[in-house]
């Protein structure tokens, strides 16, 4: 028969041997500082702490690339806009950037009339410098260093996660920013992780330096800069929901 004395006895030494181990895990337990709370409502819709580059409706926050003068690309009714070949190099951010993490959804054309890198291609650029390339890569072929999801001319994507055209897309891209020391040596690499509708295609790369289509990539000391987003001939590409949260 269990006596209120056994009972007595067993809550003791429950608690003492609870009371022991939490001793010994006590040290590597960190309570500071507390990560911050950041609400989201979804997993596409901007995060409380994120700035909205583009939530269809205007261009405030991009000049046009060379101009450096408002853009002329077209805004669409349903929140998207439709990049314009206007000669203008494209567009970039007014503000400046170092490490972030970016979104940005896109649909390529139903014209396939173009063939390889003229259909649908665009581009996101971190730092003026460092493009994820945005292509139509659905059954149409390419060099796959150059292909959708590709650190253009340096990592090929894990994997083709591409959809069809007409069907929209997304990217999640976090960019680690090079950094260079005052006497403009690289004294770290930058880095990419990218996801194409939710599938992981850059798995922590390393770039090699600035995006060129002929030759190798280097690298140049730089700021923090602009993200720019690519007009290339020669079907039409089309973005919306695009929202950046700094890193540092
Ligand atoms: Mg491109």
Not at 44 to 52: E, F, G, K, L
């Amino acid at each position: 028969m269990i006596s209120f004395k056994n009972i007595k006895l067993f809550l003791f030494l429950t608690s003492f041997l609870i009371g022991s181990s939490q001793d010994k895990s006590t040290p590597t337990e960190i309570w500071e500082p507390i990560p911050k709370v950041v609400y989201s409502s979804s997993d596409s819709a901007p995060p409380n702490d994120a700035i909205i580059l583009f939530d269809g409706t205007d261009l405030s926050r991009w000049n046009a690339k060379w101009s450096k003068k408002e853009s002329k690309w077209k805004i669409n009714n349903d929140g998207s806009m439709t990049v314009v070949f206007d000669g203008s190099g494209g567009i970039e951010t007014k503000q400046k950037f170092g490490s972030v993490q970016l979104h940005i959804e896109w649909k390529t054309s139903e014209d396939v009339s173009h063939k390889n890198q003229k259909r649908s291609n665009s581009g996101v650029f971190f730092q003026d410098r460092y493009e994820i390339q945005i292509l139509d890569s659905y059954k149409s072929p390419t060099y796959v260093n150059g292909q959708a999801g590709s650190v253009y001319k340096q990592h090929i994507p894990l994997v083709n996660a591409s959809r069809k055209p007409g069907e929209w897309q997304s990217y999640d891209i976090v960019f680690d920013a090079p950094e260079f020391n005052s006497d403009g040596k690289k004294i770290k690499s930058g880095y990419f992780t990218v996801f194409h509708n939710g599938i992981l295609i850059q798995n922590h790369v390393e770039i090699f330096g600035t995006t060129t289509n002929v030759g190798q990539p280097e690298y140049t000391a730089h700021d923090d800069g602009p993200i720019s987003l690519q007009n290339h001939c020669c079907s039409q590409i089309t973005l919306r929901n695009i929202w950046v949260r700094k890193l540092d």
